[in-house]
DNA sequence: GCCCAGGTGGGTA
DNA sequence: TACCCACATGGG
C-alpha cells in the first residue's frame, strides 16, 4: 500500500467513526475567526466559546469597535479563557492593525494568493502559521491544512509525517497526501481522533479505529 | 491539589 | 537551529 493509499484509508476510517459537527454556528466572517482562533489559542473549546461568547454580548466583533475598546473591558470579557491579559492586549493590537494596514476589513485575503495573505497575517503579532491558516481555510476556503498540537502529534504517530518535522513540513506533507476538498475534514477527524484515542503523553488506545494502519505506531510521545 | 487543555513570542546556548 | 519558558483559566 502506498502511502498515499494509506492516507486515504485513514481518512475514510475516520469518515466512519466520527461525524463533522454542524458548521452552521461557526462563524464563517474572518475577523470573527481570527478572533475565535486567538482566544482558542493553548485554550480547551468550552473556555474559547465561553470567552468569545463574552466578548461578542460586550463588543461587537469589528475591528474598528476593538481597536478603540479599553484594554481592561478586553480583559475583563474574555478573563474566563485564560491568558487574558495577553490576548486582550493582541485583540487590540491585532484591530488596530487591520484598522490602519487594510483599511479596517479582512477581505484581502479572498482576493489575494494563499502564500501573500499567509504572510500578510502572520506579519500581525499574534498570529503565527496556525491562527493564520485556521482563518484561511475557514473563512476563506483556501487549500490548506492547519497543524494544530492534535495534528501534528496524530500526524506523526500514524506515520503520516516525519517525526522531526516542524511545522511547515507537517502541513506541506498532509496537503500532499490529500485532496484540498478534504483538507477542512482532515484538520477536524484528526483533532477528534487526537483528543479520543491519542493522547499526548499516552499509548495510542487500544480501540483505535485505525490501529490497524499504524503498526508501529504504539508509543506515547 | 495536581494535571491537562494547547499557540505565540521572546529568550538562551 | 533547537530548545525553554511565560501566559492563566476551568474541568477531571
Redesign the pocket.
Known amino acids: 500500500m502506498t502511502q498515499e493509499e494509506r492516507a486515504q484509508e485513514i481518512l475514510t476510517i475516520l469518515r466512519r467513526t466520527f461525524s463533522l459537527p454542524d458548521w452552521e454556528t461557526t462563524p464563517k466572517k474572518p475577523f470573527a475567526t481570527l478572533i475565535r482562533?486567538?482566544l482558542?489559542?493553548?485554550?480547551?473549546?468550552?473556555?474559547r466559546d465561553?470567552a468569545f461568547k463574552s466578548l461578542s454580548e460586550k463588543f461587537h466583533i469589528t475591528p474598528t469597535v476593538l481597536s478603540e475598546a479599553d484594554v481592561k473591558a478586553i480583559e475583563e470579557a474574555i478573563?474566563?479563557?485564560?491568558?487574558?491579559?495577553?490576548?486582550?492586549r493582541v485583540i487590540k493590537e491585532l484591530s488596530r492593525a487591520i484598522v490602519e494596514k487594510f483599511n479596517g476589513t479582512l477581505d484581502f485575503i479572498y482576493s489575494t494568493s494563499l502564500e501573500e495573505a499567509r504572510n500578510l497575517l502572520?506579519a500581525?503579532?499574534?498570529?503565527?502559521?496556525?491562527?493564520?491558516d485556521v482563518v484561511l481555510l475557514f473563512s476563506a476556503n483556501k487549500p490548506v491544512l492547519p497543524v494544530?498540537?492534535?495534528v501534528?502529534r496524530v500526524s506523526k504517530r500514524l506515520e503520516l509525517a516525519a517525526s522531526?518535522a516542524?511545522?511547515e513540513r507537517v502541513r506541506l506533507t498532509l496537503q500532499s497526501l490529500y485532496s484540498p476538498n478534504d483538507y477542512l475534514a482532515v484538520h477536524i477527524l484528526l483533532?477528534m481522533l487526537?483528543?479520543k484515542y491519542c493522547?499526548?503523553?499516552h499509548p495510542l488506545h487500544a480501540s483505535c479505529p485505525v490501529n490497524m494502519l499504524c503498526p508501529s505506531a504504539k508509543l506515547g510521545d
Do not use: F, W
Open positions: 482562533t486567538v482558542s489559542q493553548a485554550t480547551n473549546d468550552k473556555n465561553k478573563r474566563i479563557g485564560g491568558l487574558y491579559r495577553n490576548k486582550s502572520m500581525l503579532s499574534g498570529i503565527g502559521p496556525k491562527t493564520a494544530d498540537t492534535h501534528n522531526k516542524d511545522y483533532i487526537g483528543r493522547k499526548a503523553r
